[in-house]
């Protein structure tokens, strides 16, 4: 992949990457009880045009809150990390980072977007050295679950790694310190850990779950895009009429829940996987996890990965939260 001067790019996947994840995660979790895949697989070009649409939805107040906070702290947050490069792990358009690429100043910083899709990162990183022709971009096709390894940075000058939307919440409990812990060891004592998380509406558990259940049905859509995806890559027979949208909110965990719920009995044929799967009526599949968090509960996450919170803002109204770390 080529492009401007001030443009690189590393490719640190193997093409058969997405179908040898995709074949595993679909087979272990439809064959597991309940039923239970990664949300990775919604985000195909109708997906991520389905997901741009719920961002605006007027009952999902997460994406306008993060927005919210960087505009009122990318200042402060370029003044504490004084990072002349930035990583950003899951970029997708790189939107909110433009906040943080100007407040630091785009010229002569080092931007590395990180992401699993390369047309993604080319979309994003073409527009981005076209709007800011003094940044030096350098994009990394990456699964950042794994362990990271960055193209070559300044041996000099802090790094701040991003990793915002309240992805962190996409992670199962058990999963978080250890990726949290993992983005530690990369660390330099000098380097800043910067993340959005969504956090718990205490007493407001239906505007938690109207924002993953809208009333215009876009989230059912996006959720039952799985479905057709699965179709065409894996040459199942999925009928997407034959399934519900649920979102609910798992209190024991701390997370909402969406949940495809089968309307019959049916059993539905994998092709790909030479795999027949059963549903009964009124079984559930869970198709998404995400978890809101407590500003103390981050602070714990974070020292549980032997990370230092340097500094977290909070909006009380909106139940957001961005956290700043550093590796001691």
Known sequence: MTGPRNYGYTDTLEAEHYATALHADIHDGLTSTPKSTAPTWFYDARGSELFEQITQLPEYPLWRAELGLLQCHATDIAARTGARSLVELGSGSSTKTKLIIEALGPAGLRYIPVDVSADALHQASTQLVQDYPGINLHALRADFTAPLVLPELPAHGSRLIAFLGSTLGNFRRSTRVPFLRGLRDIMRPEDFLLIGADLVKDKHEEEMISAYDDSQGITAE?????????????????????????????????????????????????????????FGPGEEWITERSAKFTTDGLRGEMAGAGLRTDQLWADSDAGFALILATAP
């Open 222 to 278: 996006f959720d039952k895009n799985l479905l057709h995806v699965l179709n065409r890559e894996l040459d199942a027979d999925f009928d997407a009429d034959a399934f519900d949208h649920v979102s609910v909110w798992n209190s024991a965990e701390s997370h909402i829940e969406m949940r495809l719920r089968s309307r019959v009995e049916q059993r539905v044929k994998i092709r790909g996987l030479d795999l027949a799967v059963p």
